[in-house]
């Protein structure tokens, strides 16, 4: 059986404005599991950003129950959620991310040689897995937003993720490059890894997700 690995209960997430609270999250609830291509969709304003911040362990207030990789993450040490977000989980963006001073390889080589242990094989070889065996010695400035894009999600794959969150990684994007980006990640689902993605192209998600999530006035509903 594939291994749970984010169960949320009652998640409750408000954020102070000008003095006031402002309920985002009300009583969500949520699991993933190993290898599951999960979309949440909503409107601009929604949460999702907030509920994806919240699992990737970047934001700690809220109330309710978060278990992450069987753990609770109310219990995490900030040291041990940095660990985490490096070994365990990778992040991709909306905009580029990559760092312009490095070439592509050495971008993707970057999560490992923090996590002290760089392996310029290991990189090249996702480069070959993803066909992308041209882009590595590009430097950021050469390559289209597309093919950006599919780099951030193979930096994100680097350390060989439990769970990947990406955050409107096709927003960006035209539809060809938006369905390579879904295709890639889809494929490290193949690979065991669980990805979360926010998007508000509702048909693509159709496409490529097992499972999608509406949020929609503070709670999480599952559309399919
Ligand atoms: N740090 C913050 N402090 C106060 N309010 C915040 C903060 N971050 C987000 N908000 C508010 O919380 C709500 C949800 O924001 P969030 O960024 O999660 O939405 P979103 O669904 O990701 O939107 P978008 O589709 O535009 O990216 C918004 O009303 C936003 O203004
Ligand atoms: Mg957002």
């Known amino acids: 059986m594939k291994k749970n690995i984010i169960e949320i209960k009652n998640l409750i997430k408000t954020y102070e404005q000008a003095g006031e609270q402002i309920l985002v999250l009300d009583g969500v609830n949520f699991s993933a599991s190993q290898g599951e291509f999960i979309s949440v969709v909503g409107p601009s304003g929604c949460g999702k950003s907030t509920f ?3 699992i990737g362990l970047l934001d700690c207030y809220y109330g309710g129950e978060f278990n992450i990789f069987q753990t609770d993450a109310s219990k995490l040490s900030e040291e041990e959620k ?43 070889d996702l480069f070959s897995a993803f066909s992308m065996e041209k882009l590595a010695d590009k430097n950021p400035r050469e390559i289209s937003g597309g093919e950006k894009q599919r780099i951030a999600l ?28 879904l295709s890639d990640l889809k494929k490290a689902c193949g690979l065991g890894t669980c990805v979360i993605t ?22 999480l509903f599952e559309i399919k």
């Open 52 to 54: 994806l911040n919240i």
């Open 82 to 124: 940095a660990h985490l977000r490096l070994t365990k989980i990778g992040f991709v963006f909306q905009f580029d991310s990559l760092l312009p001073e490095f070439t592509a390889i050495e971008n993707v080589e970057l999560p490992a040689m923090m996590a002290g242990r760089p392996s310029r094989k290991a990189a090249a």
């Open 154 to 181: 193979l930096r994100a794959m680097r350390n060989s993720p439990s769970l990947i969150l990406a955050d409107e990684p096709t927003g960006n994007l035209d539809h060809n490059n938006a369905v390579k980006v």
């Open 198 to 219: 926010v998007t508000h192209n509702l048909s693509l998600a159709r496409d490529f997700s097992d499972r999608i999530f509406e949020l929609k006035e503070e709670k």
